[in-house]
């Protein structure tokens, strides 16, 4: 039987790192050997007093539903950590737990937007915010982020796109997948527009953590945007907790209310055991978050220099985050054959630029979350690769 689904399904888009992670586990399977770089995860293992605070939690009874926006205590370390880490003060009642910050953007979008709304969203970008704003019937506005810019935002092409009926605008600094981040002076002039306009920002903030210039500022600290700013942030990326499932956001107004109603509609709340990790996460020691952000750093340099030297390949530096978006137009290769060629023929999966919207052609997209050993082997790979379709 042909099951009819509801027409808002065809308008759910995907994440495409998923699917190439399940061909490349295919071409495992049969023998060949991957390397995987397309996956956004780091490689890293949760550090060991956080597993412990878990594992604690479990075996002192922590195995009972809690509040669907999380644990008191955890909301608490959570404006907390907010506070001294962005300089934003948001009340622990303004902060959701989530399985993940994910279900942030899920929540948020589907509380706020719906047919004859517009959002504008960053493209190349996270492509949930996309499959989202389409989920819901709104009109998805896309503000190409472009490599002459450093894959910032420019602020009057921005200032071009909003009408009447723009309701949120999505930041996302430092970014996936380009790890581009914006500047103060940026945030300055995009709050002055979201005010003038009276538009909310979900500023998706999941890689703060790992900016390897200056400090990470948010846009909530902007005048006049405290109350106009939901942060997305989480522990997947810094603490290296991306099968734990854990996130938040804090929200202005009464919007935590209702995406509390989201959460006890759906999952009733985030794993509470989970969450005592979460408390020892942000109250712990630090010095893996900052070993972790050297090593990328290291990663990032040793990936940065090869790509530059393959022929038809260009590399910006990117300031944050763990990807980079090397330009491959001088390679006379489309983005998505050029990655189905680099994992078919190669054993290297990477994502196509295109997997991020259409201002991505022409890039592909790297996670250098890999040993040194492993990026090393890879850059000899796609230079192999290059060479061989040139000769
Ligand atoms: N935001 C961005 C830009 C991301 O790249 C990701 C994950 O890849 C997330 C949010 C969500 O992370 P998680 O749901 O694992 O916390």
């Not at 190349?124 to 989202?132: C, E, L, T």
């Not at 709050?191 to 890689?207: G, P, Q, R």
């Not at 942000?282 to 022929?311: C, M, S, Y």
């Not at 189905?340 to 919207?357: N, Q, R, Y």
């Amino acid at each position: 039987m042909a099951t009819k689904l509801a027409t808002r399904m065809e308008r759910l888009g995907t994440e495409t790192a998923f699917e190439v992670l399940v061909r490349a586990k295919a071409l495992e399977a049969q023998g060949k050997d991957v390397i995987h770089l397309e996956i956004g995860e780091p490689d890293f293992d949760t550090p060991p007093n956080i597993v412990s605070a878990g594992a604690r939690a479990l075996e002192e009874g922590w195995t009972h539903y809690g509040p669907a926006a999380g644990q008191p205590e955890l909301r608490a370390a959570i404006a907390d950590y907010i506070e001294r880490s962005r300089g934003a003060s948001y009340a622990p009642e303004q902060v959701v737990v989530t399985p993940g910050g994910k279900p942030i953007m899920f929540f948020l979008i589907l509380a706020l937007v719906e047919a004859g709304d517009e959002v504008i969203y960053p493209d190349p970008g996270f492509p949930i915010y996309r499959s989202m704003i389409d989920f819901t019937g709104a009109t998805a506005v896309p503000i190409p982020l472009r490599e002459e810019h450093e894959f910032r935002l420019d602020v009057d092409e921005l200032a071009g796109l909003i009408t009447p009926r723009t309701k949120l605008l999505i930041l996302n600094s430092p970014a996936n997948p380009t790890g581009g981040v914006l500047e103060r002076a940026d945030l300055e002039a995009i709050a002055k527009l979201a005010v003038e306009h009276d538009i909310l920002v979900l500023a998706d903030e999941i890689y703060s953590e790992l900016l390897y210039e200056g400090e990470h500022v948010s846009i909530a600290t902007m005048p006049g945007m405290a109350e106009r700013t939901v942060i997305l942030d989480g522990f997947s990326k810094t603490y290296a907790m991306t099968g734990w499932r854990l996130g938040y956001g804090l929200f202005p107004g009464d919007l935590a209310a209702s995406v509390s109603k989201l959460m006890v509609n759906s999952v009733s709340c985030t794993a509470v055991a989970l969450q005592q990790a979460g408390i020892e996460a942000l109250t712990g020691p630090q010095d893996k978050v900052v070993e972790f952000r050297e090593a990328f750093r290291r990663r990032r340099d040793l990936v940065v220099d090869g790509l530059n030297r393959i022929p038809g390949i260009s590399c910006l530096s990117p300031k944050g985050a763990f990807y980079v978006f090397p330009n491959i137009t001088g390679t006379g290769f489309k983005s998505k054959p050029f990655a189905d060629m680099l994992l078919d023929e190669h054993g290297v999966a990477a994502l196509s630029g295109t997997a991020f919207g259409d201002a991505g052609e022409g890039y592909l997209r790297l996670s250098y979350a890999n040993s040194e050993a492993n990026l090393t082997e890879a850059l000899e790979r796609i230079d192999a690769a290059v060479k061989a379709t040139v000769a």
